[in-house]
């Protein structure tokens, strides 16, 4: 595995790995929790294209790529910030051991939370995080899928989020669209087309090609954006992970 680097236009520099798949067809890109941007290569690509491919992107990279990434959480570990990518959001996590059978969480102001009680069962403190994160996607992935309606003069029947373990969102037949409250911690454009593709099927329901033309009406860049999603499930840090 290679590494390399761009510069963007705004300044920035960009660090990213060269990686080589015996079942790669043509060169890609991911961006990783754990590894930042990850540029995939077939074996007989040779290493001069892959960094003409990569600057050829260089304006959906800037747009996309995030600096602060995620450090993944061992199973032992218990997050002391949570950043919510797609609101740039930061929340500091605050640990206070008291007597209790169980543990609870406090919202405090300046984006404070407080988990307090049995503070070394790390397993209660990932569900009550869990709890907290969904209860707080509800009210704002609801705000902005209402948004994204509007804007696009699309419509839902009702609105429900959860913790999927492989789907960032779904569409039922009634229209009611589900997403998953993960969806905070993926860069904004992310969580945009996620609702733009769940809105999509409320006049679609299928994957044909009238649903994707429609898609493109309002994510011109959504191909880019579905494949970076690619596995991105798993690297969310493991706190997050449903039980």
Not at 26 to 53: D, F, N
Not at 193 to 202: D, K
């Amino acid at each position: 595995m290679n590494t390399a680097h761009l510069h963007l236009a705004d300044g920035r520099r960009v660090d990213y790995l060269i990686q080589t798949s015996a079942r790669a067809r043509c060169v890609r890109m991911k961006l990783s929790a754990q590894q930042g941007l990850v540029v995939i290569k077939p074996a007989t690509t040779p290493h001069h294209y892959v960094t003409e491919w990569v600057n050829s992107k260089a304006a959906w990279i800037a747009k996309h790529w995030q600096p602060q990434v995620i450090a993944p959480a061992t199973p032992q570990d218990l997050p002391e910030r949570i950043e919510l990518l797609a609101l740039g959001e930061t929340f500091q996590v605050i640990y206070q051991a008291e007597a209790s059978n169980g543990v609870t969480l406090r919202s405090e102001p300046e984006r404070v939370l407080r988990i307090s009680g049995l503070i070394e069962e790390h397993t209660l403190c990932h569900q009550v995080l869990r709890r907290w994160l969904q209860r707080y996607a509800k009210q704002r992935l609801g705000e902005w899928l209402t948004q994204l309606a509007q804007e696009t003069g699309l419509s839902y029947q009702a609105c429900s989020v959860k913790g999927q373990r492989s789907r960032w969102g779904s569409c039922s037949n009634q229209g009611n669209i589900n997403l998953n409250y993960k969806l905070l911690l993926l860069p904004p454009a992310w969580a945009r087309y996620t609702m733009i593709h769940e809105l999509c099927h409320t006049v679609e329901l299928n994957h044909s090609k009238r649903f994707w033309a429609l898609v493109t009406q309002f994510a011109p860049d959504y191909p880019e954006i579905h494949h970076a999603m690619r596995g991105a499930m798993a690297e969310l840090p493991h706190w997050v992970q449903v039980d």
